[in-house]
């Protein structure tokens, strides 16, 4: 059997869709870690920061497309290092609510700046918000598509 070496528009996509994730984590890693966040930290606080309310870890696994269990581990990194609190929930005993501490919030806010600063610019230089739209568009289909066969 001879195996081919073909590929498909798609699978061009999907590999090109790991290389950008790739490099979003390492510069969001370079770029946050003065304010002792990876980029992993920084987009649980961004998902509290930017909730109305607590939210369970749960909810922001949800959310955010992560395992219950990795944020799990994160808001529990994070708690140590005193960016965020776990409170009571008065709606489910186990589940205990996500809550930005001012530190968590100060390192969220600072982090998010620098991103702007060194990485809003230039990428806003070769997009356009018609390109971010379409893009942002054509992603929703493919994860609701991921996630509509994966459960």
Do not use: C
């Not at 510069?27 to 870690?33: F, H, N, Q, S």
């Amino acid at each position: 059997m001879v195996f081919r070496r073909e590929t498909r528009p798609i699978d061009e996509l999907i590999f090109e869709i790991f290389r950008v994730n790739d490099r979003l984590i390492v510069v969001g890693d370079a770029t946050v870690k003065d304010f002792g966040l990876t980029s992993a930290r920084w987009l649980v606080l961004g998902a509290v920061a930017l909730s109305e309310s607590p939210l369970p870890v749960s909810q922001i696994a949800r959310n955010m497309g992560l395992s219950r269990q990795a944020v799990q581990r994160l808001a529990n990194e994070m708690s140590a290092a005193g960016l965020v609190e776990l409170r009571e929930n008065p709606k489910h005993r186990r589940a205990r609510l996500v809550v930005l501490t001012d530190a968590g919030r100060v390192s969220y806010e600072t982090a998010l700046e620098r991103w702007r600063a060194e990485w809003t610019g230039p990428m806003e230089e070769i997009l356009s918000d018609t390109d971010i739209a379409e893009v942002m568009r054509l992603l929703r289909r493919l994860r609701g598509l991921l996630q509509s066969r994966s459960r």
